[in-house]
């Protein structure tokens, strides 16, 4: 059967378009297939929501549109967003129709994409559909800023309102971004250039520092392109996995090429004081040793999803006489070559610290695994990820496909393809069992990314590591450490293992926690989630309300920061604005 998707696209997009305009929920639901999903991003209410099914998306219009209304629905005429005829992702065996759109708010303007299938009548419906704020009216994104556009104004003098705009940042910011990471400094890129004044302040001496202190071996295993920041794409020569260094100085330079003011050797000092009635934070700022007095509105602590390092309390590890030290902190394998390495975790740091050692002559490397991981080979991956953040579009028109793939949906999905992905690791697989090592494909099937959303490890990309698993240069254990010895280790099944250095790769606190200390009990008592799922499967507290006024937190993978960052610094400005209420305590 043939037909025209433009044709195709534009008759739903009127009947929806009607539908909503005569808030008929009735007619809106029966757009969707039965099982299909609508995620709205601070469109119909000021949050990120996913509803499943018809029921549970006519439930949520019938409240939501009750509130606000989305008129002048057009579609998107672009060449990357209008409509065709594609796969859907993660699904080979489902065609759809798939276009975006772009829409009217009483406050603003939206943008949106639809996929459509064909129900067994033949009849297109929606399989997916995305609504997304994208600009407050009268605060639209800047393109560029515009004292730095032309030095050669009469009258002007562009550099130095250049040095009084950082001096404004500086002594009186709108926004404190504590943490310089790539999280940090997309929000501060992102904010520039919605003309929100954002201070970043860095703990560590340089941008870059909390990549150049991990291991040496560390490289991003994502392809370059999700990994990219805003505004500013990799260069074509730029390797496909970015290593340790390279990504370190990617992030110094993105300071000077964005413009953002950052702040290294700095920090928040503990229990910063919320004012109610001014709306703005009291906070000391400890900048190379001198306090700085600041007060801005809101705070937002980028500091990573990963928080401080965990070890557990092991028994008599001081009597260990060889080296120990958390994966955090491990100097590369070459220091260690011909001792005996045991590694404690079977994550994706605990796999390359393994493969390191191996790699540079360490005389045997064991490590223990306390439970099954989630193993998927770094090409398969990246496959997918080669189709939805493909080099030829702009990033974007990928990110604003993939929002429109909630992780709840994405499950599913990979779910349903749980037979296919492990016959397509059939020989990976063959390779760990032969080594002991035990593997799941992710929870029920789900896969590595939404693992890093829900559990935060427990999952390794495979480049080698599983052949040295199967030929026996990477010996596992099973079991947990009872205690050390002078000279290594027994586990609880009474197995002694000799070792010269002990590695722990047994993660780290969530972030939630790792902030609860410097923010203080008055403030984390007010403070919801931060990270895991929620019961529509969005991720907890990042990039939305946490629950205490002016406190924010940004985290995740490149794409959450590319494509969230925007809708952070719209609530702060509908904030500003007085379009959205402040949360009370």
């Known amino acids: 059967m043939t037909f025209d998707a433009h044709l195709v696209a534009s008759d739903w997009l009127s009947s929806f378009s009607s539908a909503l305009a005569r808030r008929d929920v009735c007619l809106s639901t029966t757009l969707f297939l039965p099982d299909g999903w609508l995620r709205d991003v601070f469109t119909l209410t000021w949050d990120i929501r996913t509803l499943e099914g018809q029921d549970k998306i006519a439930a949520y219009l019938s409240e939501s549109l009750a509130k606000t209304q989305i008129i002048n629905i057009r579609l998107d005429e672009t060449p990357d967003l209008a409509p065709r005829v594609c796969t859907v992702p993660l699904s080979e065996n489902m065609s759809s129709v798939q276009f975006g759109f772009q829409f009217e708010l009483p406050h603003g303007h939206g943008c949106g994409l639809a996929r459509l299938v064909e129900d067994p009548n033949g009849t297109f419906r929606a399989f997916t559909v995305l609504l997304a704020l994208c600009e407050l009216r009268g605060h639209e994104e800047f393109s560029r800023l515009p004292f730095r556009d032309d030095l050669l104004v009469q009258g002007r003098d562009p550099e130095a309102e250049y040095a009084e705009w950082i001096r404004q940042v500086e002594t009186e910011p709108h926004v404190l971004i504590v943490g310089g990471g790539q999280s940090g400094l997309d929000v501060a890129a992102r904010f520039k250039q919605m003309n929100i004044p954002s201070l970043v302040i860095e703990k560590n001496a340089r941008v870059g520092d909390n990549w150049r202190k991990r291991y040496p ?50 920090e928040l000092q503990a229990h910063p004081q919320y004012d109610e009635k001014t709306g703005q934070w009291e906070v000391i700022v400890v900048r190379e040793g001198v306090e700085v007095k600041l007060r801005p509105s809101h705070i937002i602590m980028a500091t990573g999803m990963l928080g401080r390092p965990l070890i557990p309390a092991f028994i008599d590890v001081e009597r260990f006489r060889g080296q120990y030290m958390h994966s955090s902190k491990f100097p590369g394998g070459a220091l260690f070559a011909g001792k005996r390495a045991v590694i404690i975790g079977a994550g994706e740091s605990s796999i390359d610290i393994c493969q390191d050692l191996v790699l540079k002559g360490a005389n045997s490397v064991t490590m223990i695994q306390r439970s099954s991981s989630c193993v998927i080979r770094r090409d398969f991956f990246n496959n997918f990820m080669k189709q939805l953040f493909p080099e030829d579009e702009p990033m974007d028109v990928s990110d604003l496909k993939f929002a429109a793939m909630p992780l709840s949906l994405q499950t599913k999905l990979m779910v349903a393809s749980r037979q296919s992905i492990i016959d397509a690791h059939e020989d990976v697989y063959e390779k760990l069992r032969k080594g002991g090592f035990s593997v799941i494909p992710g929870p029920d099937g789900g896969g590595t990314y939404v693992m890093y959303y829900t559990r935060g490890g427990g999952y390794w990309l495979d480049k080698g590591g599983a052949e040295l698993i199967g030929n026996g240069r990477i010996k596992v254990k099973h079991g947990t450490v009872d205690r050390f010895i002078e000279n290594g280790l027994v586990l609880s099944d009474g197995t002694e293992l000799l070792a010269d250095v002990v590695v722990f790769a047994t993660g780290y606190t969530s972030m939630r926690e790792s902030n609860a200390e410097v923010l203080g009990p008055e403030i984390m008592k007010h403070v919801g989630p931060v990270g895991g799922r929620d019961e529509d499967g969005e991720v907890n507290g990042l990039f939305r309300q946490c629950g205490h006024p002016g406190l924010w937190f940004a985290g995740g993978d490149f794409f959450y920061s590319r494509f969230f960052s925007k809708q952070l610094g719209l609530q702060i400005q509908a904030i500003q604005s007085g379009i959205l209420d402040v949360p009370k305590h």
């Not at 920041?229 to 260069?235: E, I, T, V």
């Not at 970015?242 to 993105?254: C, I, M, N, T, V």
């Open 217 to 266: 071996s560390v490289t991003l295993h994502s392809i370059r392109r999700q990994h990219t920041m805003l505004y500013q794409p990799f260069p074509s020569t730029w390797p496909d996995f970015s290593p340790r260094d390279k990504l370190a100085g990617w992030l110094e330079q993105y300071v000077i090429t964005q413009d953002l003011v950052v702040w290294t050797k700095s």
